[in-house]
């Protein structure tokens, strides 16, 4: 059974930075396009950033673009979102998701996901 695991969230001051990780045990990370998305409370869930299967091909929300930046370590089997000059707005749950199959594409429509974490909580906060 595919899973999805996320972690690197906590409580930051606005205009810091965290690194969120994403991993895939026991399952190659390198043959499915990595989605992360968040949920703020009272919101819905909004894709964030995505990266594809060779060759990379990163996506990015407007509202993160310039200060997220996501990357793929394949001998680790891991895909990072580095988050800088975080602000209050940037408060939420963020998942990591997984396509089902392999694609050279990349999404923030929660749609093209198969396979889901069950979160990590970003709070951005004085």
């Known amino acids: 059974q595919l899973t999805v695991v996320e972690s690197g969230g906590g409580l930051v001051e606005p205009g810091g930075s965290l690194k969120l990780t994403c991993t895939t045990p026991?399952?190659?990370?390198?043959?499915?396009?990595i989605g992360w998305f968040r949920q703020a409370p009272g919101k819905e869930r909004e894709g964030v950033s995505c990266?594809?299967?060779?060759?990379?091909?990163?996506g990015y929300a407007d509202s993160v673009k310039g200060r997220f930046t996501i990357s793929k370590d394949v001998a680790k089997n891991m895909v990072y979102l580095q988050m800088n000059n975080l602000r209050s707005e940037d408060t939420a749950v963020y998942y990591c998701?997984?396509?089902?199959?392999?694609?050279?594409?990349?999404?923030?429509?929660?749609?093209?996901?198969?396979?889901w974490g069950q979160g990590t909580q970003v709070t951005v906060s004085e």
């Open positions: 990266i594809s299967t060779t060759p990379d091909h990163a």
């Open positions: 026991g399952f190659m990370l390198e043959y499915r396009t």
């Open positions: 998701a997984q396509t089902a199959k392999w694609t050279t594409g990349c999404s923030l429509s929660e749609d093209y996901y198969g396979t």
